[in-house]
């Protein structure tokens, strides 16, 4: 089953999605998810996750491009796609007055080859919450529920709107170990997040998208890479930027200030923070509030909104060298 | 890995559109006998309005029409139990529903959309159906009603207006935001076929003009159809009329809930 495992379960091409206002929310993005891969779209509040989830969930029909979950068109041939994908939607969506129990007899009764209900709830540890109304629950009992409910069918494709908003660390970690789990055994996860960690931590590859837009993709790794390691640091009284070594020799591909405190950006973390430290050593002064840094996913991300908001401000505050 | 989740699980038992409404409209009942509310107005009011109608009619000349008691009360006690066991409940339900974003978790599934009005309506219209049949026979030994002459107009009246009261309460649901206001948007249609569609007068005791406007209310139909299942003396062509005019509106409703029916709150 070796060409399977690079099947393309989930394709999206210069998707666009325009809302009734005439606001574009999804501006043509194109990525594709493979079997027993998870993927994850990172954003801000208002990147546009929750608008692609939902046209990829066949909720609504894009204003533009393609979306094919299991070869299929997910809104005009939903028949033929939605036995196979579960969904767990951004916020709840259960009768507040049914208990948990009723809601999951409700859901199995809708979903072909559906678990029994008390099998799932005890998956997301539930089942001593069988008898109380979905109103009493706690907001990541909720969550949790949902997770539950998507579950039922043992779906090939899980669309996960920010699966764990509103839990707790324990419940969150729980959480990630059930959707690691679940890839494991052969599920495809598609999942939004604004937690960097949580995609960090769970995604096989990711998305990070920024108003509409996907600003870069790859693996966590390949999109860390994508951005430079970090200094910073307290100039000593007295001392000024430019009694500081070059910083293009050390390495530095640009800097900035503010304040006292000098921040560098490089790719070659130790040969620059060697530098640095050199000559801190030999002027005697010491560095108040040293913090050297390798790249993180949460560096890429503030990157990315940080460029985007400059470009947009049509002015750089910081100065960068040549490379 | 050397197997598929595919190839390795026995194939799953297809849900059908039955079954999946079916496990709706289970959820569904169970909902309506825990809105004290809404269960009041369904079963209680449906019951009590027929006696205030009973009354009323001791002050009309119903000979002159050709009605007596029972064909005036049983049709007008079947108007009220459509509208408020029926209609009245189902707007709030819809509304409620999606309120608290079931109608776009139900989307998501394999349920048609359909299937999710239809399921969720099904409770409802169940307890207007049984409710018509419980007043038809209370009818029948408290006020000497005698058994219908054209009982297939009578069945058919009843069912066009289930399926009727449906279709506008969904349609009533895209016109209103929410749960609260579902207590005052289906009130026009309530009052109107009241006033107009011979629940408290007959259409036979009012003026020429007003009487064939109120021909063309929804509800009219409904009401005429009962009414002449069971005096009998409705003819073939005023059948067909109050027939196209019903299903003139629930063609109506099906439009506005096409065209109109939010699934999800506006944000």
């Known amino acids: 089953m070796e060409s399977n495992g690079h099947e393309h379960v989930i394709e999206v091409t210069d998707l666009r999605r325009v809302y009734g206002g005439g606001f574009e929310a999804v501006s043509g993005i194109s990525f594709s998810v493979r079997r027993g891969e998870i993927f994850a779209l990172l954003g801000t509040n208002g990147a546009g996750k929750t608008s692609t989830v939902e046209l990829l969930e066949g909720l609504a029909a894009p204003a533009g491009g393609r979306v094919r979950v299991l070869g299929h068109d997910p809104y005009s041939e939903r028949a033929a796609v939605r036995p196979r994908t579960g969904v767990m939607l951004q916020e709840g969506g259960f009768p507040s007055e049914l208990t948990v129990a009723e809601t999951a007899r409700m859901w199995a009764g809708c979903v072909s080859g559906a678990r029994p209900a008390a099998e799932v709830l005890a998956l997301v540890g539930l089942e001593s919450k069988a008898g109380i109304r979905v109103k009493q629950l706690s907001g990541g009992q909720r969550r949790r529920l949902d997770l539950a409910l998507a579950l039922l069918g043992d779906p090939e494709v899980l669309f996960l709107d920010e699966p764990s908003t509103g839990l707790d660390a324990e419940g969150r970690r729980d959480t990630w170990e059930l959707v690691s789990a679940l890839r494991d055994g052969g599920t495809t996860v598609l999942l939004t997040t604004h937690y960097l960690e949580e995609a960090e931590h769970l995604a096989d590859r990711l998305a990070i998208m920024h108003e509409g837009r996907i600003a870069v993709t790859g693996t966590p790794a390949e999109v860390t890479a994508t951005q430079p390691s970090r200094i910073s640091f307290e100039l000593p009284e007295g001392y000024f930027v430019g009694d500081l070594p070059p910083l293009g020799e050390l390495g530095v591909t640009g800097h900035e200030t503010d304040g006292r405190t000098v921040r560098l950006r490089t790719r070659e973390l130790q040969r620059s923070a060697t530098g640095l430290l050199t000559w801190a050593e030999r002027a005697g002064v010491e560095l108040r509030g040293l913090d050297v840094r390798s790249a993180s996913l949460e560096e890429a991300f503030l990157g990315i909104a940080r460029t985007v908001s400059a470009e947009q401000a049509g002015g750089m505050t910081t100065k960068e060298y040549a490379a | 890995m050397s197997t598929t989740r595919t190839m390795s699980r026995p194939a799953p038992t297809a849900t059908t559109a039955l079954s999946r409404m079916t496990a709706l409209a289970r959820a569904e009942l169970t909902l309506l006998g825990r809105t004290r509310g809404a269960l009041v107005a369904a079963l209680f009011l449906p019951l009590v309005m027929p006696v205030s109608v009973r009354s009323a009619a001791e002050e009309m000349d119903l000979a002159e029409a050709g009605l007596n008691a029972g064909t005036l009360v049983l049709p007008a006690a079947i108007g009220f139990s459509l509208l408020f066991a029926v209609y009245s409940v189902l707007v709030g339900a819809f ?65 066009v207006g289930l399926v009727m009261c449906t279709a506008l309460a969904a349609a009533t649901a895209s016109f209103t935001r929410t749960g609260e206001s579902a207590q005052v948007t289906p009130m026009p249609l309530m009052l109107v076929s009241m006033m107009g569609s011979g629940l408290f007068v007959p259409l036979e005791l009012l003026p020429d003009k007003v009487a064939a406007i109120c021909e063309l209310l929804p509800l009219t139909p409904v009401v005429t159809l009962v009414r002449g299942g069971w005096t009998g003396d409705l003819s073939a062509s005023e059948s067909l009329g109050a027939l196209v005019t019903a299903v003139a509106w629930i063609l109506l409703g099906v439009f506005a809930v096409r065209r109109w029916f939010r699934w999800e709150p506006r944000r």
């Open chain 2, 95 to 159: 509304v409620v529903r999606r309120e608290e974003l079931v109608l776009k978790r139900l989307r998501t599934g394999e349920l048609r959309d359909v299937e999710i009005l239809a399921g969720s309506a099904l409770p409802a219209v169940l307890t207007g159906l049984v409710q018509c049949l419980l007043l038809a026979a209370a009818c029948s030994v408290l006020l000497d009603l005698s058994a219908p002459s054209a009982p297939q107009l009578a069945v058919l009246g009843l069912l």
